[in-house]
C-alpha cells in the first residue's frame, strides 16, 4: 500500500515561509481531511508532493519515491489541484484523452471515468462551456483515470451542487474503503467533517495537528448538554447540588457545561424535574478548530502521534 | 517513462486545439496571398529578387508560423495546465522536447507545402521575370522556406515557455519582424543580417551578393537563434516552479 510521507518540508517564497517544517504521513485505506484557512499552505504542500515545486529543504515520497520518480505517474497518484486547468477550447473527452495517451492509458478508461463523474451525456462538449462544478467533476475524473493508489484532491468540493456534494463525499469514502490513500484539502469545517477520518492541519505553514478526527474534536470540545424543562426553578436546584454549571437561554432551554447527558437525565429524575427535552450537543470540527487555532499563538509545531 | 506516448500525447494536444489547426492553413493562405501579389509588381528595380519576390509571401505570411509555436507552448501557462501536463509528465526535459517536436514537424511540412505553392503562384505572377530562376534555386528556395518557417515557429515556442505568456512573446515578435526587420533591414551588410529573421530569409534569395551571410549561413544563423531560445525554454521550465 501506498502511503504519503512528508518529512521537514519546507518552502520559502522570497524570503516568506509558506510550508514551515512539515513532517506528516498520510496512510491508506481512511480519508484524510486536508484542513487549513486559506493561504495555511495546504495547495503548495500539494505542489510539493508533485514534484511541481521544489522544496526549499525536506522531502515528500510515494510509497517511499519522489513523485518525478514514478513511471507512468498517473497510475500511481491522481491529483486534482485547479478545476481551471482544462484548456477552454478542448472537450472533456479530449481533454482526458491527453493526459491518458502520456501514461499509456486506453481510451477506454477516459469513457469510464467520464461515466463514473457523470459527464459522460456532455464530454463532447467544450470545457468552456461547463459549469464550475461540472469542471471540478472533470478534474476528479482526471484524477481517477489511471486507477491510482493515491488521490489527491485539493478543495473538491467547490462549486459543486448539494447533489454533487454528496456525489464526492460518497466517492471519498469508498475510493478509501477500496483501501486507496485519500488526501482531501479544504478550509470548510462542516464539509470536511463529513467525510474525513483522519485530519492533518496546518496554520501558517506549520502543522498544527495530525489526529483521528473524532479524538481531534473530543480533545477539544467540552461536551455539552441541551435541557428543557417546564420548572426552571427545580432544574436550577438540582444542577446547583450536583454542581453543574448551566446556563439558561430566552428561548427557555437551558446548557449545561462539560456534562454528559447520561449524568444531566439521572440528576433531573432523581430530582423529579419535569424534562422536555435532553439531548447531548456534540462537538463540531468547527469549534475544535477554532480552540485549536485560538491556541496557535502558543502552540509549538510538535507534531501529534496519529 | 518512454517518449513514444509523450509524444503522442503533445500531438493530441496539438490536433485537439481549433487555434493551433487553423495557424496552419492560415500560414498557408497567407503567405501564398502575398506572394501571389508580390508576384505582379514592378520587376524593373536594379535590385530585384525574382525568388524571393515569389517567396516574398512569407514575410507577412510568417506570423501564423510564429503563433503557431508561441500558442503551443502558451497554452501551458493558463490556468494550472503546466501542472496538470507536468504531474502526468515529471521528466520536464523530455516533455518540453516532445513539445518541439510536434511543433517542429508539422511547422516544417505546412512551410514546406506552403512556400512551393508560393513559388508557384508568385512565377505565374512573375511571369519572364522568373525565367531566370534555376531548379536548384528553386529548390534551396522551397526547402530553405520551409526549415525557415519551422525555425521561427521554434523560436517563438523557446521565447513562449522563457516569458510564460503567448501574448508577451508575440507582442515582442511580430513588431520585431514587421518594424525594426522592415527599418533596418535594407541596410545589408550590417548586423541587421544576423538578426534572428533577416540571417534566415537570405536562403529566400536568388542572389545574395554583399550581403554578409549565404543562404545556408543565413539559416545557420537563424538555426542558433532558435537553439538558444529552445534552450532558454527549457532551462525555464525545468527550473521554475511549475
Not at chain 2, 122 to 138: C, I, K, P, V, Y
Not at chain 2, 206 to 215: D, K, M, R
Request: net charge neutral; charged share 20%; aromatic share 6%.
Amino acid at each position: 500500500m501506498t502511503s504519503i510521507d512528508v518529512h521537514d518540508l519546507t518552502k520559502e517564497f522570497g524570503g516568506r515561509r509558506a510550508v514551515d517544517r512539515l513532517t506528516f504521513r498520510v496512510q491508506p485505506g481512511r480519508v484524510t481531511g486536508f484542513l487549513g484557512p486559506n493561504g495555511a499552505g495546504k495547495s503548495t504542500t500539494m505542489r510539493l508532493v508533485l514534484g511541481l515545486d521544489r522544496p526549499t529543504a525536506g522531502s515528500a515520497m510515494m510509497g517511499g519515491r519522489p513523485y518525478p520518480a514514478l513511471r507512468e505517474p498517473l497510475r500511481h497518484v491522481g491529483a486534482l489541484l485547479d478545476a481551471q486547468a482544462a484548456h477552454g477550447s478542448r472537450t472533456a473527452r479530449d481533454h482526458l484523452r491527453v493526459l491518458a495517451a502520456s501514461n499509456r492509458i486506453p481510451d477506454r478508461r477516459v469513457d469510464e471515468v467520464l461515466e463514473e463523474t457523470g459527464l459522460a451525456s456532455v464530454a463532447r462538449r467544450r470545457v468552456r462551456t461547463y459549469s464550475l462544478g461540472m469542471r471540478q467533476r472533470l478534474g476528479i475524473a482526471a484524477a481517477l483515470l489511471g486507477d491510482p493508489a493515491v488521490v489527491m484532491l485539493d478543495e473538491p468540493s467547490n462549486g459543486l451542487d448539494p447533489e454533487g456534494i454528496v456525489w464526492i463525499r460518497r466517492l471519498l469514502q469508498r475510493l478509501a474503503g477500496e483501501g486507496r490513500t485519500v488526501l482531501v484539502s479544504s478550509h470548510l469545517m462542516n464539509e470536511t467533517a463529513s467525510f474525513a477520518d483522519h485530519l492533518v492541519v496546518l496554520g501558517r505553514g506549520r502543522l498544527l495537528a495530525d489526529t483521528p478526527m473524532r479524538d481531534f474534536i473530543h480533545a477539544r470540545v467540552q461536551p455539552r448538554v441541551r435541557i428543557r424543562t417546564s420548572d426552571p426553578a427545580a432544574l436550577r436546584g438540582a444542577l446547583a447540588r450536583h454542581g453543574h454549571e448551566a446556563e439558561e437561554h430566552t428561548d427557555g432551554h437551558w446548557t449545561v457545561h462539560h456534562a454528559r447527558v447520561d449524568d444531566i437525565g439521572r440528576v433531573a429524575s432523581a430530582a423529579g424535574v419535569p424534562v422536555l427535552e435532553l439531548a447531548a450537543e456534540e462537538g463540531t470540527l468547527e469549534q475544535a478548530y477554532f480552540d485549536l487555532t485560538a491556541a496557535e499563538t502558543e502552540f509549538t509545531a510538535q507534531p501529534q502521534e496519529a | 517513462m518512454e517518449f513514444t506516448p509523450v509524444l503522442r500525447s503533445e500531438w493530441l494536444k496539438i490536433r485537439t486545439l481549433r487555434s493551433l489547426t487553423a495557424a496552419l492553413p492560415a500560414l498557408f493562405a497567407a503567405t501564398v496571398a502575398f506572394s501571389a501579389i508580390a508576384g505582379v509588381s514592378d520587376a524593373s528595380d536594379p535590385a530585384f529578387d525574382p525568388l524571393f519576390a515569389a517567396l516574398s509571401g512569407v514575410i507577412p505570411g510568417q506570423i501564423a508560423a510564429i503563433s503557431f509555436g508561441a500558442m503551443a507552448v502558451s497554452s501551458e501557462f493558463h490556468q494550472g495546465a503546466l501542472r496538470l501536463s507536468l504531474a502526468a509528465v515529471p521528466q520536464r526535459g523530455r516533455w518540453f522536447a516532445a513539445k518541439a517536436a510536434v511543433i517542429a514537424v508539422p511547422a516544417l511540412l505546412a512551410g514546406l507545402v506552403t512556400a512551393l505553392a508560393a513559388l508557384l503562384v508568385g512565377r505565374a505572377g512573375l511571369g519572364s521575370a522568373a525565367d531566370t530562376l534555376s531548379t536548384g534555386e528553386q529548390v534551396r528556395g522551397v526547402v530553405g522556406c520551409g526549415v525557415y518557417l519551422m525555425l521561427m515557429a521554434l523560436f517563438a515556442a523557446g521565447l513562449a515557455a522563457l516569458l510564460r505568456s503567448g501574448v508577451a512573446t508575440l507582442s515582442l515578435l511580430i513588431p520585431f519582424i514587421l518594424v525594426v526587420s522592415f527599418v533596418i533591414g535594407d541596410a545589408a551588410g550590417t548586423v541587421a543580417d544576423f538578426l534572428p529573421d533577416k540571417a534566415g530569409q537570405s536562403v529566400l534569395r536568388e542572389s545574395y551578393g554583399g550581403a554578409s551571410l549565404g543562404p545556408w549561413s543565413g539559416l545557420a544563423v537563424t538555426a542558433l537563434w532558435t537553439a538558444a531560445a529552445l534552450l532558454a525554454g527549457a532551462w525555464s521550465v525545468r527550473r521554475r516552479d511549475a
